[in-house]
């Protein structure tokens, strides 16, 4: 089932075996800020290189709005099927949420995969562009990487945890052969 602005259901984790998927207390606390550093800096260096200048405001609107949709939508994609999703938001950023019990690399994948569809992959067709299609390419590119904040950081924790690991909902566990 899909939650619009709605808690999930409460599901039956049991702490004492499942961790926190960020242990460290101090960098859970403050993980917002390295994403919002993150951003900062990916929206500082797309004004220094003038991905804002390749369309009117209009244009720019309407395929930032695409960009965002897509991207949530490969998310839902990847764990659909295997748990409720749950869309909720804190301000201006938007967060999904499922109760689904992924391993590893399914969850690597509900991290990464949009950062692959807009950002990675579209950076190899860029030498074979040129005009307005290059110049929205390299827009798409930026802006799905300044959405990807937190992906992109998570991504690297989805990485250093044991390739056995099962998430759910902020939580690990490695599971026991």
């Known amino acids: 089932m899909f939650y619009f602005f709605k808690p999930l259901p409460p599901n039956d984790i049991d702490y004492t075996i499942?961790?926190?998927?960020i242990k460290n207390e101090w960098f859970h606390k403050n993980y917002m800020k390295f994403v919002y550093a993150l951003q900062l800096i990916l929206i500082y260096?797309?004004?220094?290189?003038?991905?804002?200048n390749f369309a009117?405001?209009?244009?720019?609107?309407?395929?930032?709005i695409m960009v965002f949709l897509c991207h949530e939508l490969l998310h839902i994609v990847v764990v659909y099927k295997i748990g409720d999703i749950s869309l909720t938001h804190s301000g201006i950023f938007f967060w999904l949420n499922s109760n689904a019990v992924i391993n590893k690399k399914r969850y690597w994948l509900f991290m990464t995969?949009?950062?692959?569809?807009f950002t990675i992959i579209p950076i190899i067709f860029l030498p074979l562009l040129e005009g307005f299609i290059f110049e929205m390419f390299v827009y798409i590119i930026w802006?799905?990487?300044?959405?990807?904040?937190?992906?992109?950081?998570?991504s690297f924790l989805i990485?250093?945890?044991?390739?056995?690991?099962?998430?759910?909902?902020?939580?690990?566990?490695?599971e026991s052969d």
């Not at 209009?58 to 395929?63: C, G, H, K, S, Y």
């Not at 802006?143 to 998570?154: C, L, M, R």
């Open 18 to 21: 499942y961790k926190p998927f």
């Open 45 to 52: 260096l797309s004004i220094k290189l003038g991905v804002w």
């Open 56 to 64: 009117n405001w209009l244009i720019q609107t309407i395929v930032f």
């Open 113 to 117: 995969l949009p950062l692959l569809v």
């Open 143 to 154: 802006i799905n990487a300044i959405i990807a904040g937190s992906d992109i950081i998570n």
């Open 159 to 174: 990485a250093i945890k044991p390739s056995r690991s099962k998430f759910c909902r902020g939580y690990y566990t490695i």
